[in-house]
């Protein structure tokens, strides 16, 4: 009995979704680096939520909210995505250090306009990432991959064209 289980497990981890294991290991990692730029956007952006101050103080901390909310809201998804695949999502912050492609917050809070700035980059940031999967993802006609991508990069640039706005003179 213990033989056949352990051979039932086997066959229940074997992964036959149409994508080889190479391209599912590589857009795995693409995956992992896009769940790092997001978790360590969530966590900038909660800081600034929680620090900001200034003229701006209660529209910034509402709009941090909303930004911080919708990218906690986005990092379940991605991990999912990646253990659909068969890979092991990254959920740490030593693993996020090493996979992002941002900095991490400040120690010291910015002024106001900096938080803007700040994220302004770190969404343009992860709107790269997330855009240099998807051809990887289209060549291994990933659909649910390419389809996850294609939503967070209308997030990303249109949070970062809000945010720039209120950089205008």
Do not use: C
């Amino acid at each position: 009995m213990a033989k056949e289980t352990k051979t039932a497990r086997k066959t229940a981890a074997a992964i036959n979704i149409g994508i080889s294991d190479k391209d599912r290991a590589a857009i795995a990692q693409g995956l992992s680096r896009l769940l790092a730029d997001t978790y360590t956007l969530y966590l900038t952006t909660h800081n600034f939520h929680w620090n900001v101050t200034g003229p701006m103080f209660n529209t910034l901390h509402t709009m941090f909210m909303g930004q911080y909310t919708e990218l906690w809201n986005a990092v379940d998804p991605i991990a999912e995505r990646i253990r659909s695949l068969g890979h092991v999502a990254p959920g740490s912050y030593a693993a996020f250090g090493e996979l992002s492609s941002l900095p991490d917050v400040p120690a010291q809070p910015p002024k106001a306009l900096e938080m803007v700035r700040i994220l302004v980059q770190g969404h343009e940031a992860v709107a790269r990432t997330a855009r240099e999967l998807f051809p990887l993802a289209d060549k291994a006609s990933d659909e649910p991959t390419a389809d996850l991508l294609t939503q967070r990069l209308t997030v990303h640039e249109q949070t970062a064209w809000m945010l720039r706005s209120l950089l205008e003179d």
